[in-house]
């Protein structure tokens, strides 16, 4: 079974810091997925990794395959930026329909 | 932009009632997903459905539970017998069949409370 651990489980920093997010796994994965969840409850997917690395705007997301862990960093943090981050994998050779095994997030609160 | 939407947005119900939650996904998506968040809780996988039929459901969904797309648009979850351990957020998602790869898009999700 595929456990997602995510680290810190709460985060709370500064306007204007770098902020990094952890995420590992325990089993092979076709594809991992950020997501970004406010306190209303909704559900914005931010990256989908199955390698390397990617960016949008002030996020980077990265993926090591061989290590099991990914990383998403936030530049110039804004309190804007507030919300949970969740890690998923999707297991499977990387059909369509797989559903996606869920981290337990990180609270992130930047303070103006 | 495309969007997932589900409704109702808020539904309150009795123990033992049955409960249709409703999603309409992005129109040209043909993977379809329910998760389910309890309350303080992470996100949880309940099943995904493709060519009108589940391919894969997780250890939740149980008989009590049931997926349908009506028709060319809808995509519903539907709990028979309601009991209060199923209150939660349920998200509905979709993508896309392009890339096998694809960015699952979530809907705003319904709260439902058993009481």
């Known amino acids: 079974k595929n456990e997602v651990e995510q680290s810190p489980q709460n985060l709370t920093a500064q306007e204007g810091e770098f902020i990094t997010i952890n995420c590992s796994y325990s089993v092979g994965i076709s594809a991992l997925h950020w997501l970004q969840q406010h306190p209303g409850g909704g559900i914005v997917s931010l990256f989908m990794?199955?390698?390397g690395k990617k960016k949008h705007g002030r996020l980077i997301a990265t993926i090591n395959i061989q290590e099991k862990h990914s990383s998403l960093h936030i530049t110039a943090s804004h309190p804007r930026d507030s919300a949970v981050y969740i890690c998923?994998?999707?297991?499977?050779?990387?059909?369509?329909?797989?559903?996606?095994?869920f981290g337990k997030g990180t609270h992130l609160i930047i303070q103006p | 932009e495309p969007e997932v939407t589900q409704t109702p947005s808020h539904q309150v119900t009795q123990m033992g009632q049955e409960v249709i939650l409703r999603c309409v996904p992005i129109s040209n998506h043909l993977y379809f997903y329910w998760y389910r968040q309890i309350l303080g809780q992470k996100v949880e996988f309940l099943v995904s459905?493709?060519?009108?039929?589940?391919?894969?459901k997780s250890e939740i969904f149980d008989d009590q539970f049931s997926v349908e797309r009506p028709d060319g648009s809808n995509f519903t979850l539907k709990i028979r017998s309601t009991k209060l351990e199923d209150s939660a957020m349920y998200f509905c998602?979709?993508?896309?069949?392009?890339?096998?790869?694809?960015?699952?898009?979530f809907g705003p999700g319904t709260r439902l409370t058993v009481l």
């Open positions: 459905f493709y060519n009108n039929e589940i391919s894969e």
């Open positions: 990794l199955s390698s």
């Open positions: 998602a979709s993508s896309d069949e392009v890339a096998s790869l694809d960015t699952q898009y």
């Open positions: 998923a994998v999707r297991l499977g050779p990387g059909g369509g329909a797989d559903g996606l095994t």
